[in-house]
């Protein structure tokens, strides 16, 4: 039998505000436990939650930048359920009228169609502590630094059909709430977390089959490579006969398998009510109106401005503004060097394979967007070549320091005096006299052998456009 997937997505995000939710903790990712505490987000008896209006600006931007209907008014439910991380024994979130609801956002499916993600709400909530693992036995510990921590959750309808649809909704959700300033959306640092919602149904089926929720997955990539795994699970339970268990399942990305948490929870279990000790958020049309128009400019828009403005292929300009800080990046660099394209390939390139390999934004790295303009004034004069660019880029990513700095303490400068390269060039033709012949016999390939030899003998180091004038001048 033929099935199709059918994956739900629900997003939680950690709003970018300087304090939590409800108490004035600080709201920032520190490795050392339980720090950023107080009574309040340790549920201690008494406490009166203090709602944080920045938190509720920052819902409704993510809302409008997500093509919401905002709710005039709103207010917080308690979610009732008792688990480690959860100290009050429920949590404060938006349960029965979401701030923001029937959204959307538009992704290429697998054919390279665009299709429209339909998002069903979204709403606020507080974070729960994060449960801490012991690889030395039988143990959890709880830390409540991101207790509190105040996010919106996005929660799509099952629209999307396969690992990579879910993949690419995630990674345009990231591009829309990093270009809003909603969230800074670091993955490693758990500021944005998925859960994946899947079931299989017969093809053709209108009814939805029974689902499972997946969790634990700190990357996109672990996303999709869950979501493959689940696919084979579930089939070869239907193919054999048997019925999927509704449950909540742990990724476990060392062994590439799933494993059972928990039997999955519905709405009624949670015994939602509305919380008594918080005020409504009633949202005036000015106030909305203000928040829309203070939208900034999205990756669309950015990447036809970049076409445009500075000539560049569509390709480039995709690539770019799919991440807000990697466009801010290109864009302050051509402050200081006003050739875009050159611009554009050592950011796609080089520079991209070293923040990939480091797994950090544009933003987050000490080689600015000044030092990648310096090492391009320095190739234009001659100082370096481009090869050895190359590795200045890595040295200097590596160790924080500019690049002109890391080419003369490595002695990295190009050789460009005449008379020093005529000597070696000079010896490089005494000892290959088979390459000279062939030169000068018609095969002039045999000019690219003499021309390495000459850098093999600078190390690299030799002006290359320099080097084969001179060569082809003495074998003339």
């Known amino acids: 039998m033929q099935y199709e997937v059918v994956i739900g997505l629900?997003?939680?995000?950690?709003l970018h505000t300087e304090s939590k939710l409800f108490c004035s903790c600080p709201n920032r990712f520190v490795p050392e436990p339980n720090v950023n505490t107080c009574p309040g987000c340790l549920g201690y008896p008494g406490v009166m939650p203090q709602m944080n209006s920045e938190a509720v600006k920052k819902a409704l931007t993510a809302s409008l930048a997500l093509n919401c209907e905002v709710a005039r008014l709103s207010y917080f439910d308690r979610k009732n359920y008792f688990y480690p991380d959860i100290p009050r024994g429920y949590q404060i979130s938006q349960f029965h009228v979401p701030i923001g609801s029937n959204g959307s956002l538009i992704i290429e499916?697998?054919?390279?169609?665009?299709?429209?993600?339909?998002?069903?709400r979204v709403h606020m909530e507080e974070d729960a502590g994060k449960l801490v693992h012991s690889p030395y036995g039988d143990i959890?510990?709880?830390?409540?630094?991101?207790s509190g921590v105040?996010?919106?959750?996005?929660?799509?309808?099952?629209?999307?059909?396969?690992?990579?649809?879910?993949?690419?909704?995630?990674?345009?959700?990231?591009s829309i709430l990093q270009y809003a300033g909603v969230s800074d959306c670091k993955m490693e640092e758990g500021s944005?977390?998925?859960d994946a919602n899947i079931s299989l149904r017969p093809a053709g089926s209108e009814k939805l089959g029974s689902k499972t929720e997946l969790k634990n997955m700190n990357s996109f990539k672990a996303v999709e490579k869950s979501l493959e795994h689940e696919i084979k699970r579930q089939r070869a339970i239907l193919e054999s006969g048997e019925e999927v268990i509704s449950q909540t399942l742990r990724w476990e990305e060392d062994k590439g398998e799933t494993l059972v948490m928990r039997s999955k929870?519905?709405?009624?279990?949670y015994r939602c009510f509305t919380d008594p000790e918080l005020p409504l958020i009633a949202l005036s049309e000015e106030e909305i109106e203000a928040a829309r128009s203070a939208l900034p400019e999205m990756a669309p828009a950015r990447a036809e401005r970049f076409v445009k403005d500075y000539n560049l292929p569509d390709y480039d300009a995709r690539v770019l503004t799919a991440s807000r800080s990697l466009a801010d990046y290109f864009e302050s660099c051509l402050k200081t060097y006003d050739n875009p394209k050159t611009v554009s390939n050592w950011i796609m390139g080089d520079f991209a394979a070293q923040l990939n390999s480091a797994g950090i934004e544009a933003d987050s790295c000490a080689f600015s967007p000044e030092d990648l303009a310096e090492l391009l004034v320095m190739i234009d004069e001659g100082s370096i070549s481009g090869k050895i660019a190359k590795d200045v880029l890595l040295k200097a990513f590596a160790s924080g320091k500019p690049p002109r700095q890391v080419v003369e303490e490595e002695g990295l400068l190009q050789i460009s005096d005449q008379t020093e390269l005529e000597m070696i060039i000079d010896r490089v033709i005494a000892e290959n006299p088979d390459s000279v012949a062939n030169y000068r016999g018609g095969k002039t390939k045999a000019l690219g052998h003499l021309v390495g030899q000459v850098m093999k003998e600078t190390k690299g180091k030799a002006n290359p456009q320099l080097v084969n004038e001179l060569l082809a001048r003495a074998l003339s």
């Open 10 to 14: 629900e997003v939680h995000v950690e």
């Open 109 to 120: 499916d697998d054919q390279g169609t665009e299709k429209k993600v339909r998002i069903g």
């Open 140 to 146: 959890s510990m709880v830390d409540y630094n991101r």
């Open 150 to 174: 105040p996010l919106v959750e996005i929660v799509t309808e099952p629209d999307l059909r396969s690992p990579g649809e879910a993949r690419r909704y995630l990674e345009q959700l990231k």
């Open 192 to 194: 944005l977390r998925c």
């Open 265 to 269: 929870l519905e709405a009624a279990d």
